[in-house]
């Protein structure tokens, strides 16, 4: 294969991928592949003389297509959606050509200013002040680690980096109980020790973190000799969607000039819809915030917009600069790998910019809306529904909810069942987490190409199974 025939494979690539999304909604959401198919598939060794492309192409769809779960299917409910809008597919198919590393701004001037522009768009977009200003992460775990890591040394007056952390400060990093798992990854990388992770425990119906325990844990940490390095907020938990009360949260941090990391990786999208701002109220106050377009935004994964209120603190943390990587005689350019933990960096920007001028804001606000209405309505006609309960209630497009007839004693087991049996079927697709130790089903919509009919369809199948199960339960 040479770059003579690439045009050739491009635009058959090109039309497979159109048919595909065009088609995506009649296949099973969830790979029916047991354990090993894939794997029992693929030669043991490697070939020692070049093969046909026809061949290759053909055994893609043969061997790998079977095994896709696909997460740009319509009714692809389950976890948060990662999408892929057609505009930003075509960035990426034009990044990947071009190829271009994106830690310099001489490495790639266009890819740099070009991120400084797509993040200000985006700054605009969500209603942040002027002022802040950020960096295009690969994931919310890499920004997250990052401003971690900025806690750590602004604590320990930037002398962590230098003299690690044995025989320093004994640091402390607050959040709340239904933070996402990257917190805790992030708390290990650092070297700060799950141990010094308070758990601030939550209240009311967001299930957000009770400032005045917050406050409580800080003034025992002082109070016992330790020092509190930092607040991890989050907006749009991953399990139910849980959402702390920011500015008294980040007024307890501002009291004791601790830095603050706001969490908002998939509900961070919808803040382009001023309504969804209620929120987040006094957010202008944090000093980190992540959030991934990659998620409910349609930039094509990955992409994780990180914002900060002032980079000095990060690139103070992050920067090296050996001799090598000066770039001599710019004044005022920006080399972001100086702004997050990998060297080589991708050009991410592009998708952006291809995706905010093909829909517009407008366009993409009414996506978000749409969903939102419609998970509402799936949420309003579920609770309507004999034998089913409301776990959480709607924070932005989702809810859990249970299945619970009146003479059934093992309900974790029975919803357990309910969403194996549902993804079994496989015209949707669902996740299960579990509030309060009990086992509740997730719905959230939030494809692309999501329609109101695909959301319904999910009431539809939903009930139908429980049906079934509840007639074929063993008799007791
Ligand atoms: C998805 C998600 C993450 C992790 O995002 P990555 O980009 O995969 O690291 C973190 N926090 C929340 C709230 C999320 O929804």
């Known amino acids: 294969m040479n770059w003579s025939e690439f045009g050739t494979w491009g635009r058959r690539v090109a039309d497979w991928a159109q048919n595909y999304h065009l088609t995506v909604g009649t296949r099973p959401v969830r790979a029916k592949t047991k354990p090993g198919d894939i794997l029992n ?69 266009a890819a740099t200013e070009m991120e400084t522009r797509m993040m200000d ?42 003299a690690g952390l044995a025989g320093n400060a004994h640091l402390r990093i607050y959040c709340s109980s239904e933070v996402h798992t990257s917190v805790d990854r992030a708390i290990w990388v650092s070297g700060i020790g799950q141990d010094n992770l308070v758990r601030v425990p939550v209240q009311g119906d967001w299930r957000g973190m009770d400032p005045a325990a917050l406050e409580a844990a800080i003034q025992a940490d002082i109070a016992a000799g330790l020092r509190p390095a930092g607040v991890i907020l989050c907006v749009g938990g991953t399990s139910v969607g849980a959402t702390d009360p920011i500015a008294a949260c980040l007024d307890v941090a501002a009291r004791h000039d601790l830095y603050t990391h706001v969490d908002a990786a998939w509900a961070g999208s919808a803040m382009i819809c001023p309504e969804f701002r209620d929120y987040w109220p006094g957010i202008e106050g944090a000093d980190s915030i992540v959030f991934n377009p990659h998620k409910w935004l349609g930039a094509q ?55 905010i001028r093909a829909y517009g804001l407008e366009g993409l606000r009414t996506r978000i809306r749409n969903h939102v209405a419609w998970s509402r309505a799936l949420h309003d006609r579920l609770a309507a529904t004999p034998g089913f309960e409301i776990v959480t209630p ?25 969403v194996n049996a549902i993804n079994d079927d496989g015209r949707i697709y669902l996740t299960q987490t579990r509030v309060d130790g009990e086992l509740a089903i997730r719905f959230q919509a939030g494809q692309f190409e999501t329609t109101q009919q695909d959301v319904m369809m999910a009431h539809d199948v939903i009930t139908e199974i429980a049906d079934r199960l509840a007639r074929d339960k063993p008799l007791t």
């Open 41 to 109: 598939a693929l030669p043991v060794m490697p070939p020692e003389t070049p093969e046909d492309m026809e061949q290759v192409f053909q055994d893609f769809e043969r061997i790998v297509m079977p095994g896709i779960t696909h997460w740009q299917h319509p009714r692809f409910f389950a976890y948060f959606n990662a999408n892929a809008a057609a505009p930003s597919v075509l960035a990426e198919f034009l990044v990947s050509a071009i190829a271009p590393q994106c830690m310099l701004w001489q490495t790639s001037p």
């Open 121 to 162: 768009w985006l700054r605009q977009s969500l209603g942040l002040p002027d002022g802040f200003c950020g960096v295009i992460q690969d994931s919310a775990s890499s920004a997250t680690l990052a401003a971690v890591l900025t806690m750590r040394e602004k604590a320990l007056n930037w002398t962590g980096n230098s």
């Open 301 to 355: 994964f990955d992409c994780s917009a990180h914002f900060l209120r002032n980079p000095d603190d990060l690139v103070r943390t992050l920067a090296i600069s050996p001799e090598y990587l000066k770039t001599h005689g710019h004044d005022g350019v920006i080399n972001y790998s100086e702004w997050s933990v990998p060297l080589g960096r991708r050009f991410r920007a592009l998708k952006i910019w291809f995706l």
């Open 394 to 418: 709607p924070m932005w497009s989702l809810f859990t909810f249970r299945y619970a007839p009146a003479d059934t004693s093992d309900l974790d087991d029975l919803n357990l069942r309910l």
